[in-house]
């Protein structure tokens, strides 16, 4: 199985523990007057729902390669429009969308195909918002759980600050809105094995045999427990909405 197929692994399980963006993040990527808009690589809908919320939403077209991935989406997301397909090939129409929006998921694609497609299905004047909702990882105890993953996958799973620097391919008539990119904070009140958990749900360590897996969970419980000894409350976690912004011309 390819590595951008293993979420599918724990869809439920994705679902529930990974974050949906900020609302005040979508301000920046969903026009206001956006009538039709595409979430890219959709996942379980955690970016899909989000845009649904908003007064006003958009129809939302929600393309996912992976059936896995699509099937807990329609379930929990009957609102949205869930489409099999790829970045480098949408199935959708020439100049049908006034958004594409794609979260946690640019470092998957080929860029200079997708960047094509991208253009191609949006209207001119129509907006590609590029998102990445993660744990933050500038707080010292959330880097050290993060990482416990990550060593497990041999370091390969690391997203650093330097995967939001994205340059889209010349020649798309893309303009860049936001090159110095916008982040919104908050937090979110999790049980400590819904972080652990939640560790577990990045590709480095759902490609791992299950007993490598589940070692990781349960390193990343031991090590919380370590870091809060005092209590068995819920963690106060805090998450960022790193978002990219461009207009086609
Ligand atoms: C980290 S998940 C992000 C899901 C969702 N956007 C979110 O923010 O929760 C990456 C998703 O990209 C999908 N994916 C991988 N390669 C893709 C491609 N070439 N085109 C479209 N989607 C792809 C995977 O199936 C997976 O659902």
Same mark, same amino acid.
């Given at each position: 199985?390819?590595?951008?197929?293993?979420?599918?692994?724990?869809?439920?399980?994705?679902?529930?523990?990974?974050?949906?963006?900020?609302?005040?993040?979508?301000?920046?990527?969903?026009?206001?007057?956006?009538?039709?808009?595409?979430?890219?690589?959709?996942?379980?809908?955690?970016?899909?729902?989000?845009?649904?919320?908003?007064?006003?939403?958009?129809?939302?077209?929600?393309?996912?390669?992976?059936? =896995?991935?699509?099937? +807990?989406? #329609? *379930?929990?997301?009957? !609102?949205? /429009?869930?489409? &099999? %397909?790829?970045?480098?090939?949408? @199935?959708?129409?020439?100049?049908?969308?006034?958004?594409?929006?794609?979260?946690?998921?640019?470092?998957?694609?080929?860029?200079?195909?997708?960047?094509?497609?991208?253009?191609?299905?949006?209207?001119?004047?129509?907006?590609?918002?590029?998102?990445?909702?993660?744990?933050?990882?500038?707080?010292?105890?959330?880097?050290?759980? =993060?990482?416990?993953? +990550?060593? #497990? *996958?041999?370091?390969? !799973?690391? /997203?650093?600050? &330097? %995967?939001?620097?994205?340059?889209? @391919?010349?020649?798309?008539?893309?303009?860049?809105?936001?090159?110095?990119?916008?982040?919104?904070?908050?937090?979110?009140?999790?049980?400590?094995?819904?972080?652990?958990?939640?560790?577990?749900?990045?590709?480095?360590?759902?490609?791992?045999?299950?007993?490598?897996?589940?070692?990781?969970?349960?390193?990343?419980?031991?090590?919380?427990?370590?870091?809060?000894?005092?209590?068995?409350?819920?963690?106060?976690?805090?998450?960022?909405?790193?978002?990219?912004?461009?207009?086609?011309?």
């Amino acid at each position: 199985m390819s590595r951008a197929l293993t979420f599918g692994t724990r869809a439920d399980a994705y679902d529930r523990l990974r974050p949906a963006p900020a609302p005040e993040a979508l301000d920046h990527v969903v026009p206001t007057d956006a009538r039709r808009v595409a979430d890219l690589a959709a996942g379980t809908g955690l970016v899909t729902r989000a845009v649904l919320a908003r007064a006003g939403a958009p129809a939302v077209v929600a393309v996912e390669p992976d059936p =896995r991935m699509l099937a +807990r989406l #329609a *379930a929990t997301t009957p !609102a949205a /429009l869930p489409v &099999r %397909g790829l970045a480098e090939a949408i @199935p959708l129409a020439t100049g049908s969308l006034d958004a594409v929006l794609a979260s946690s998921a640019w470092h998957w694609f080929d860029p200079p195909v997708a960047t094509a497609e991208i253009a191609r299905v949006l209207r001119p004047g129509g907006v590609l918002g590029l998102l990445w909702s993660r744990a933050d990882p500038t707080v010292d105890w959330v880097a050290e759980v =993060r990482g416990i993953g +990550r060593a #497990a *996958a041999d370091g390969s !799973a690391r /997203l650093s600050r &330097r %995967g939001f620097d994205i340059e889209l @391919p010349a020649g798309h008539g893309f303009v860049d809105e936001l090159p110095d990119a916008v982040t919104v904070r908050w937090t979110r009140s999790m049980s400590r094995d819904d972080v652990a958990g939640m560790v577990c749900t990045y590709s480095g360590v759902l490609e791992l045999p299950v007993a490598d897996q589940d070692a990781v969970f349960r390193g990343a419980r031991d090590h919380l427990d370590r870091a809060f000894p005092d209590s068995d409350s819920p963690l106060v976690v805090p998450f960022e909405t790193v978002v990219r912004r461009w207009t086609r011309s």
